[in-house]
């Protein structure tokens, strides 16, 4: 078993990314099997922030304005907020606090799919921002569990609970 450095989560043997919190595992000590997970004083606070992922848009035009430093698109997702900044000069950040999240969809055109991207849209209850897409994410798939598992835990956090109005 290893364990992760982060949030204390077992993991098995062979792997490279905390099944967690999604950090890297790699080049940490092996423990051996004696070994037992950080005590909870050690942890971290629950309700300390961590980003669990990072990210821009990367279909080939994202890759060429990259190359040409134009690509001015990044996206975050913490254990709390997920957020989009947009700007190569003057900068506009939009945040959505992930309790406020009602739903994740995913998009992948004919192109996306040769690409190996995807669009991920996010509904949320924010006000200012009811719909965020990320676009042009590489592994898409991925990236929407890990904000779905994100989403989970922070509304089991604070004891959030869902609601249909019919």
């Known amino acids: ?35 037992r997970p950080p005590a909870r004083a050690e942890q971290p606070d629950a ?19 990259t190359g040409l430093l134009m690509n ?23 945040e959505v606090e992930l309790v406020r999240i009602k739903d994740i969809a995913m998009e992948k055109t004919v192109m996306d799919r040769m690409m190996g991207v995807g669009t991920i849209i996010v509904y949320s209850s924010d006000p200012t921002t009811p719909e965020v897409r990320l676009e042009d994410v590489k592994d898409v798939e991925k990236v929407k569990d890990l904000l779905r598992d994100a989403v989970r835990a922070e509304k089991e956090l604070y004891g959030t609970r869902y609601r249909e109005d019919l």
């Open 72 to 94: 001015n698109v990044r996206y975050k997702i913490t254990s709390q907020r997920l957020i989009v900044t947009t700007g190569l000069v003057g900068k506009k950040s939009e």
């Open 47 to 65: 309700r300390t922030e961590k980003t669990l992922w990072e990210g821009r848009p990367s279909d080939l035009g994202d890759q060429i304005k």
């Open 1 to 35: 078993m290893i364990y992760c450095t982060n949030c204390g989560a077992s993991n098995a043997d062979d792997a490279n990314f905390c099944g967690k919190c999604g950090k890297l595992l790699q080049g940490e000590a092996r423990p051996d099997a004696s070994s």
